[in-house]
């Protein structure tokens, strides 16, 4: 329901992201059937395309070239679908989105070469664009979010940690690719700087709303919604921002060690998921989202008028309000 | 003993490649201690530094920046470290019964972590030379790399498979890389297209001879000198050419399937291992090695004289016939 939705607000822009896909199926073909079977499995788990949507509204800001913005929309996408593969080994997760992952079908090692495989694709597709900006770009927003799984790992089962710390890991994770996707967007386009700086900002706070809302909706959806057991992120060790109002609560506290020492029952599960709803904590962070939002909204208000910035402003009150 | 003697081949270009060893140091460099002590590991484990050479010799048939040569010698070293990292890599479910679970994890995140952030460094590095070129040479070697990452999964323990299929894997674990070296160093130093074309035919013969003579090793040498037991390539399921020419031996087989099967005795792999050594297919193995190597050397044969020629020729000689 809310998917049609949101491919409804992609309407204006279909024949875009038809030929992004077509692309990306393209790229990740290949003569080995592992690499072709995983990497197609990515693919049709397919998400909801963030990242080449902001590419292309971006760029509409510009000098649109199709071409061009699909080399950077391709490669933005595998990029986030690479790290994706690499999080499946790393959280051991067998699904993604109610499909099995790479690492459940094969194992650990397919599923960081398909990764790495991925990765590469990407590179491949943007080193098309002979512009030194959009590399260095890329290079260095690929090395903040590899620090940024590092420290994660570094972060994972400390309860001893502030919102700033939650802030500056949810920025590597999620809110640097959605700001760089609309940066290189504006910047394959040649596109004025100063409406440039707008996007690339655009993409941080909308990152950054989105990120919280997922952080919210693992403690407030269903498993069926997830894919996954809701509370995965405890589950794994990941403390977020609702979690954050309240692990020193005392009798939040037990569910809270027990979700990470791995001796939580099923039960329980229900009912930490439960005191967390009821705690006030959902609602705070829902603030901060919206806080994001409302600067996200800011940034693209004094854009010049397009169908562009109607779609921007429309996704972003979206993913601000999505329920899955 | 015999790194010593091929440091005393380097001996020439001591100072180009020690201002890259701290290069490579600085590009490790991090706040986070986990990134930063793996890398530094890795790092201090050393090696042979041939990538580096390679760029450095290579360079200078052109115009020779000592600035550009260490990005791109610096950014292939990272390649090949973050290719390392990512082969540590080990499957969980084949493993865990041998390791302490929660141990073998939290190499395997690291491992894995450390090669992502390692490959990102590697394309920040090289991300600072602004030839188009050079990024889609690349990304373009990465992804054949990467293909053959896969690929060799696919042949892991399959018995029936020709002397071409061996060679097309060691080309890509391999002679891409070393290729790729060559042509890069000699691409930013804007050296003549004849030139360049010579110097990566030259990085991939020798590559070939190299990796041939490493599987032969696998046979030859001793477990102390290797670092990990003899014969390593078949207890992990890999056919390497001097096994290629005796896997149908009757008398052979009944080894090949045990090594696989894992079943092997460490009494069966000294018998193994001996009856390679006698049965021929090391001496052919070593031809066709010194086949590569004589390719290699009629490549450089035809450059101008120069000190970087004269030093090429003798490191190929001396990865041909090494014993470590």
Not at 11 to 24: G, H, N, P, Q, V
Not at 90 to 104: L, P, Q
Not at 186 to 215: C, H, P, W
Request: net charge neutral; glycine share 6%; proline share 2%.
């Amino acid at each position: 329901m809310e998917k049609l939705k949101l491919m409804s607000l992609y309407a204006d822009f279909r024949k875009d992201l038809s030929f992004i896909e077509k692309e990306l199926e393209r790229s990740v073909d290949s003569s080995s059937p592992v690499i072709r079977q995983a990497s197609l499995l990515l693919l049709r788990a397919g998400g909801k395309r963030i990242r080449p949507i902001f590419v292309i509204l971006s760029s509409k800001f510009g000098e649109y070239s199709m071409e061009n913005v699909a080399k950077v929309a391709v490669s933005l996408e595998l990029i986030h679908m690479a790290s994706l593969v690499h999080d499946d080994v790393i959280d051991n997760s067998d699904f993604r989105r109610g499909y099995e992952t790479v690492k459940a079908r094969w194992n650990n090692r397919i599923a960081m070469y398909t990764g790495d495989y991925i990765f590469s694709r990407a590179l491949v597709s943007i080193g098309e664009i002979e512009m030194p900006a959009v590399h260095q770009l890329l290079a260095e927003t690929m090395l903040e979010i590899c620090k940024g799984e590092i420290i994660q790992f570094e972060y994972q089962q400390k309860t001893d940690q502030s919102f700033r710390d939650y802030l500056r890991r949810i920025k590597r994770k999620t809110a640097l690719l959605l700001s760089s996707s609309c940066e290189l967007g504006a910047l394959v386009s040649n596109t004025d700087s100063e409406v440039v700086g707008k996007l690339k900002r655009f993409g941080y706070f909308a990152g950054m709303a989105f990120q919280i809302v997922d952080d919210i909706l693992d403690i407030t959806s269903t498993d069926e919604k997830l894919g996954k057991p809701a509370g995965s992120d405890l589950l794994n060790g990941h403390l977020t921002l609702p979690t954050l109002y309240i692990k020193d609560d005392p009798e939040f506290q037990p569910y809270l060690y027990r979700a990470f020492d791995g001796s939580l029952t099923e039960d329980d599960r229900g009912r930490m998921l439960a005191y967390i709803r009821q705690s006030g904590a959902i609602e705070k962070s829902q603030q901060v989202s919206d806080m994001y939002l409302k600067k996200a909204i800011a940034e693209v208000e004094s854009l010049p008028d397009n169908d562009a910035k109607k779609a921007l402003l429309q996704i972003a009150d979206f993913l601000g309000k999505r329920k899955f």
